[in-house]
Nanobody, 121 residues
Framework: QVQLVESGGGLVQAGGSLRLSCAAS????????MGWYRQAPGKQRELVAT???????NYADSVKGRFTISRDIPKKTVYLQMNNLKPEDTAVYYC???????????????WGQGTQVTVSS
């Protein structure tokens, strides 16, 4: 079973920093796009940042200049360094990966279970 295991969430004061990590299980043979989405109470899930295998990045306007995404491709791991956090960043953060479990298999979307990030004012 494919798994994405997140870590690094928690409670932090406004202006503080957190670093999220997400590791994919070994049965994902290849990952193309990988990154983070978030969902705040009463709101839809939204993109935070993703990075393609060729290192092309995509950031939400609200986090540009504050958050940095990085990947360790051999380790199938993605990180999100979050600086200058704001109360509006409070949400459940979900790891996302576009991957496949067979060399010539189809690409599928995979999601982690989510990690809570709470920023107090």
């Amino acid at each position: 079973q494919v798994q994405l295991v997140e870590s690094g969430g928690g409670l932090v004061q406004a202006g503080g920093s957190l670093r999220l990590s997400c590791a994919a299980s070994r049965n994902i043979l290849r990952i193309n796009d990988m990154g983070w989405y978030r969902q705040a109470p009463g709101k839809q899930r939204e993109l935070v940042a993703t990075m393609m295998r060729n290192e092309t990045t995509n950031y939400a306007d609200s986090v540009k200049g504050r958050f940095t995404i990085s990947r360790d491709i051999p380790k199938k791991t993605v990180y999100l360094q979050m600086n200058n956090l704001k109360p509006e960043d409070t949400a459940v953060y979900y790891c996302y990966a576009e991957g496949r479990t067979a060399i010539f298999g189809r690409w599928n979307d995979y999601w982690g279970q989510g990690t809570q990030v709470t920023v107090s004012s």
